[in-house]
């Protein structure tokens, strides 16, 4: 079975650091696309961020470019989102998904709040 | 960006009646391919969202066939065909073809 399991997240004050990372099993790892969407409290779904299979092509959401960078460890079936300089608007709970045209599989999330 | 547009954003329906709801794209979400990257998420209140249709009318595995997608270029449809209670939550497009992904705003289902 598919698993993607997300940590990481926490409370923040505006413009610091936090690192999500996403473990993934049961499927060929290398083989698919990463992303990641957030969604803000009662609010709808935003994408975030893509990375191919070989980790050497990304995408980013405006809201993010500059701030936010996603990698991947193949070695251990891992996705990560290192956040920078983050802001109140990047509240949300962050899920990392697998696939990128149409993510088929989707972690548990992991909540993020940046305040002071 | 390619702006997904839902209608209506809130539905209330009748335990086994139909609904549907409207998505609709500023671009054609026709890839160089040939494929047509237009999906369909439902999320169910305090849960993850899980996929339903993929490439306009492909429902996923073990979604139940009340579901159904359709639709092509820039105006595409999810119809349940009998609003089960389990339905209940609120249901986003995703287009898949053009960077950045975008969703639609969502769709709130309710059981009246």
């Known amino acids: 079975d598919v698993q993607l399991l997300e940590s990481g997240g926490g409370l923040v004050q505006p413009g610091g650091s936090l690192r999500l990372s996403c473990a993934a099993s049961g499927f060929s790892f290398t083989s698919y696309s990463m992303t990641w969407v957030r969604q803000a409290p009662g609010k709808g779904l935003e994408w975030v961020s893509v990375i191919s299979g070989n980790g050497a092509t990304t995408y980013y959401a405006d809201s993010v470019k500059g701030r936010f960078t996603i990698s991947r460890d193949n070695s251990k079936n891992t996705l990560y989102l290192q956040m920078n300089n983050l802001r109140a608007e990047d509240t949300a709970v962050y899920y990392c998904?697998?696939?990128?045209?149409?993510?088929?599989?989707w972690g548990q999330g992991t909540l993020v709040t940046v305040s002071s | 960006d390619v702006v997904m547009t839902q209608s209506p954003l809130s539905l209330s329906v009748t335990l086994g009646q139909p609904a549907s709801i409207s998505c609709r794209s500023s671009?054609?979400?026709?890839?160089?391919?040939?494929?047509?990257?237009l999906s369909w998420f439902q999320q169910r209140p305090g849960q993850s969202p899980r996929r339903l249709i993929s490439?306009?009318?492909n429902r996923d595995s073990g979604v139940p066939d009340r579901f159904s997608g359709s639709g092509s270029g820039t105006d595409f449809t999810l119809k349940i065909s009998g609003v089960e209670s389990e339905d209940v939550g609120v249901y986003y497009c995703m287009q898949g073809t053009h960077w950045p992904r975008t969703f639609g705003q969502g769709t709130n289902v309710e059981i009246k």
């Open positions: 998904a697998k696939g990128s045209s149409g993510p088929d599989y």
């Open positions: 490439k306009v009318s």
């Open positions: 671009q054609s979400l026709v890839y160089s391919d040939g494929n047509t990257y």
